[in-house]
């Protein structure tokens, strides 16, 4: 597609569920990043892929958090045991290899009651 | 604690005058900053970019200044148009830390800067 397709857009979770959320990159863009945006904060990393390498979870803020690519493709960001301090906006964004600005998706806005 | 600080949460501006959104930023080590533009319900858009080696980087409304030794940079939009109200981000890399590739980006908090007509 043309642009950073994430899904679901919208998502609410009972606490305790596990949550995964999906991230469609722009095609040929090596990096993907997860961020997320709590209420009234800015975005904080989570996550990064580049290629092959191996990740950068620096971000993840607690084992509870755990994401995955395949390649150079989708990417799913899966939380486990949902608090309800996990409510946010996850951002995934991609860019190609040396190149910087990131393109972002529209984000997932998750709540966890 | 918070390596990118944009301390003005808000920012009016009267249509045509120019909007000027500060940022600054503790690590000596970064050496690339950005400035991303959000509409609500959309995710960032990238707006400008300015590298450590300059300190100024124009592209025609927008213009970024960046002055290291006090660790400070800015966003200036003239004329400023009641379509740029929107959150403004600043965002700083460390190229170094990843071997001169991107690697991730530190936000700042954000400022909501509003155009009146």
């Known amino acids: 597609g043309a642009g950073v397709s994430q899904s679901p857009s919208n998502k609410v979770t009972e606490k305790g569920k596990d949550v995964e959320l999906r991230c469609d990159p722009i095609?040929?863009?090596?990096?993907l990043y997860w961020y997320r945006q709590r209420l009234g904060q800015g975005l904080e990393f989570l996550i990064y892929?580049?290629?092959?390498?191996?990740?950068?979870k620096s971000g993840l803020p607690s084992d509870r958090f755990s994401a995955e690519r395949t390649g150079e493709s989708v990417s799913t960001l899966t939380i486990q045991r949902t608090q309800q301090e996990d409510s946010a906006v996850y951002l995934c964004?991609?860019?190609?290899?040396?190149?910087?600005?990131?393109?972002f998706g529209s984000g997932t806005r998750l709540t966890v009651v | 604690d918070q390596q990118v600080k944009q301390n003005s949460p808000s920012l009016s501006v009267q249509e045509g005058r120019i909007s000027i959104l500060n940022c600054d930023y503790t690590?000596?080590?970064?050496?690339?900053f950005l400035w991303y533009k959000k509409y609500p319900a959309e995710g960032p858009t990238f707006l400008i970019s300015?590298?450590?080696?300059?300190d100024k980087n124009e592209d025609g409304r927008f213009t970024v200044f960046l002055n290291k030794s006090a660790k400070h940079l800015s966003l200036h939009i003239v004329p400023s148009q009641p379509g740029d109200s929107a959150v403004y981000f600043c965002a700083a890399s460390a190229r170094v830390s990843y071997g001169g590739s991107q690697g991730n980006l530190i936000f700042g908090k954000g400022t909501k800067l509003s155009v009146k007509p």
């Open positions: 964004a991609s860019s190609q290899q040396g190149r910087y600005g990131y393109t």
């Open positions: 690590n000596s080590m970064f050496d690339y």
């Open positions: 095609s040929g863009h090596t990096a």
């Open positions: 892929f580049q290629g092959n390498s191996a990740p950068d």
């Open positions: 300015i590298s450590s080696i300059k």
